[in-house]
C-alpha cells in the first residue's frame, strides 16, 4: 500500500521569506502523479502544484516550486517570497497514474505553515 | 460559475440517528469522492464514484453509505453504526479520462454528533 509522510507538523516562515515543506511517498509503482494541496483556515481545499513521476522536470507554478526525487521518492514544496496569505495547512499527496484504483488520492498527515509578519 | 456544493456547513446530530450529507457539481465531473478528516490526519477515502449508479468502498467505508443516482450529486449517508462521526467531511469531483485527474474539493460539512 502506498503511504504518504510528512514529518514536520509545523513550520514557520518571515514574510518575504522561503520555505521548503518536505514529503517523502514509498511506493513500489513507477507511474504515478504526486500533489501538493493548501487548506486556509477556509477549510477549502485548493491544489498548489502537480507532478507526473515520468517528468524529470520539476513543476513550477509561480512562487511555488518542487523538488522531485523519484529514487529518494522525496517530494518537497519550496515557497519563495512568502506572503500572508501562504499560511495554511499543507498536505501532500499520491495518485496512481493508472489502474483499477487510479481514482484514490492518499494524503500525508500535513504540515501547518505559519507566515510571521 | 462551475463548483461544487456541500451542504449545510454545520451539521448537528444525536447520537444513534443516521444523517446524510449533500454533495452537488456542476462541473459534469464523472468521478466524485468522499473524505473524512479528523484534527492533526490527512484525509481518509470514504467512498467514491466513477459512474452513474457505481460506487466503491474506500478505505474508511464501515458505518457509512452513499448512492449515485444522478452524475451530478453523491450524497453520503452517516449511519448510527459510525462510531466516532464527528468529522470534517469533503466531497471531490474530477474528469474521468483526463489525463491529470485532478480532483476539485467542495467547502466541506463539520459534522458534530452529542
Known amino acids: 500500500a502506498q503511504t504518504v509522510t510528512q514529518s514536520q507538523p509545523e513550520m514557520s516562515v518571515q514574510e518575504a521569506e522561503t520555505v521548503t515543506l518536505s514529503c517523502t511517498y514509498d511506493t513500489s509503482e513507477s507511474d504515478y502523479y504526486l500533489f501538493w494541496y493548501k487548506q486556509p483556515p477556509s477549510r477549502q481545499m485548493i491544489l498548489v502544484i502537480r507532478?507526473?513521476?515520468?517528468?524529470?522536470q520539476n513543476a513550477t507554478e509561480n512562487r511555488f516550486s518542487v523538488n522531485f526525487q523519484k529514487a529518494a521518492k522525496s517530494f518537497s514544496l519550496k515557497i519563495s517570497d512568502s506572503q500572508l496569505g501562504d499560511a495554511a495547512m499543507y498536505f501532500c499527496?499520491?495518485?496512481?497514474?493508472?489502474?483499477?484504483?487510479?481514482?484514490?488520492?492518499?494524503f500525508g498527515k500535513g504540515t501547518l505553515l505559519t507566515v510571521n509578519p | 460559475d462551475g463548483g461544487i456544493t456541500q451542504s449545510p456547513k454545520y451539521l448537528f446530530r444525536k447520537e444513534g440517528q443516521n444523517v446524510t450529507l449533500s454533495c452537488e457539481q456542476n462541473?459534469?465531473?464523472?468521478?466524485m469522492y468522499w473524505y473524512r478528516q479528523d484534527p492533526g490526519q490527512g484525509l481518509r477515502l470514504i467512498y467514491y464514484s466513477q459512474i452513474v449508479n457505481d460506487f466503491q468502498k474506500g478505505d474508511i467505508a464501515e458505518g457509512y453509505s452513499v448512492s449515485r443516482e444522478k452524475k451530478e450529486s453523491f450524497p453520503l449517508t452517516v449511519t448510527s453504526a459510525q462510531k466516532n462521526p464527528t468529522a470534517f467531511y469533503l466531497c471531490?469531483?474530477?474528469?474521468?479520462?483526463?489525463?491529470?485527474?485532478?480532483?476539485?474539493f467542495g467547502p466541506g460539512t463539520r459534522l458534530t454528533v452529542t
Open positions: 471531490a469531483s474530477s474528469i474521468k479520462g483526463s489525463s491529470s485527474y485532478e480532483q476539485y
Open positions: 499527496a499520491y495518485r496512481l497514474f493508472s489502474g483499477g484504483s487510479n481514482y484514490k488520492l492518499t
Open positions: 507532478q507526473e513521476a515520468y517528468k524529470q
Open positions: 462541473l459534469n465531473h464523472d468521478a
